[in-house]
């Protein structure tokens, strides 16, 4: 059973860059079979799709994102990452990895989510 | 991009309820449409996929119908751990858009 875990500062300041790590157990990144995703749910409100990466690099991204985000793979440490530029309060938010299945075309696995607050 | 919406926005209900979600789409999306489950502080939990499939360990009381533009997740027999919100989502196109939630409550 795959497991993913993010990990990062839970705390960053705005017009700073928030950076956070999934980390994937018991699972290759370097399926064809998956894309790497990034959701954020912001407090009392629903989910939000970032963007996703596929195993040969490829990135798709949330327009309204796209200029500040970047998502990368390291397979050989089975981990992909997010970076968001330029936050402000509007970013805060619980952020989650999760792994979408292609076949299945669904998000099967998840992270439990991390909060992330933006304030100085 | 695709947009979503769900009605009711929440609901109350009581234990042995039988609960409809409806989910719709600004276009059609043939049945490219799943569930997730979410509990507060715990992650997403996949119910259903491609409108009716229902997730390999999901109870059997949860199921899903519909194509196109309309679609609904039925509960048949509530029971406590159901209490949530559930997210419809398309999986038609990127950005595969979720829906605002339906929160279910006890009354």
């Known amino acids: 059973q795959v497991q993913l875990r993010e990990s990062g500062p839970g705390l960053v300041k705005p017009s700073q860059t928030l950076s956070l790590i999934c980390t994937v157990s018991s699972g290759s990144v370097n399926s064809a079979n998956y894309y790497w995703s990034w959701i954020r749910q912001h407090p009392g409100q629903g989910l939000e799709w970032i963007g996703y990466?596929?195993?040969?690099?490829?990135?798709f991204y949330n327009a309204s994102l796209k200029s500040r985000v970047t998502i990368s793979l390291d397979s050989s440490k089975s981990q992909f990452s997010l970076i968001l530029n330029s936050v402000t309060p509007a970013d805060t938010a619980v952020y989650f990895c999760a792994r979408w299945d292609i076949p299945v075309a669904a998000l099967d696995s998840w992270g439990q989510g991390t909060p992330v607050i933006v304030s100085s | 991009d695709i947009q979503m919406t769900q009605s009711p926005s929440s609901l109350s209900a009581s234990i042995g309820d039988r609960v409809t979600i409806t989910c719709r789409a600004n276009q059609s999306i043939s049945i490219a449409l799943n569930w997730y489950q979410k509990k507060p502080g715990k992650a997403p939990q996949l119910l259903i996929h491609?409108?009716?499939t229902l997730q390999s360990g999901v109870p059997s009381r949860f199921g899903g119908s519909g194509s196109g533009t309309d679609f609904t997740l039925t509960i048949s027999s509530l029971q406590p751990e159901d209490f949530a919100t559930y997210y419809c989502q398309q999986s038609y196109s990127p950005l595969f858009t979720f829906g605002p939630g339906t929160k279910v409550d006890i009354k």
């Open positions: 491609t409108a009716s």
């Open positions: 990466i596929y195993y040969t690099g490829s990135t």
